[in-house]
């Protein structure tokens, strides 16, 4: 179990470094680099923890980890959303925000 979690957890940072670093996918809006991550990284812990043993190898194990997996995964990122819109105005607007702080730093 342990050698899955690690699995897990290795490849579930390499999806984040690909969908968020900027390095690999350069301009892409925040919800669909989300709606990406979730989808790619939902099959695949899945597996991990298919191999690992973290559930029984019945198919409906498999349409409850994706239906809770993906439910959550919503519930959190909405929540987060609503959560710094009301707290920083929005996404935009703090990159905006940064980008002039930043610049000001610098000259």
């Known amino acids: 179990?342990?050698?899955?979690?690690?699995?897990?957890?290795?490849?579930?940072?390499?999806?984040?470094?690909?969908?968020?670093?900027?390095?690999?996918?350069?301009?892409?809006?925040?919800?669909?680099?989300?709606?990406?991550?979730?989808?790619?990284?939902?099959?695949?812990?899945?597996?991990?923890?298919?191999f690992a043993g973290w559930f029984p190898p019945r198919i409906e194990s498999a349409a409850s980890f994706f239906i809770v997996f993906l439910a959550i995964f919503?519930?959190?990122?909405?929540?987060?959303?609503?959560?710094?819109k009301k707290v920083a105005g929005g996404y935009q607007e703090a990159l905006e925000a940064y980008r002039k702080q930043a610049a000001?730093?610098?000259g």
């Open 74 to 84: 919503a519930f959190v990122s909405v929540g987060y959303t609503l959560y710094f």
């Open 1 to 50: 179990m342990s050698v899955g979690m690690l699995v897990a957890v290795l490849v579930a940072a390499l999806l984040q470094g690909f969908w968020f670093s900027g390095f690999v996918l350069k301009r892409m809006r925040y919800a669909t680099r989300l709606a990406g991550f979730a989808l790619t990284a939902a099959p695949l812990i899945f597996a991990c923890g298919w």
């Open 104 to 106: 000001e730093k610098r």
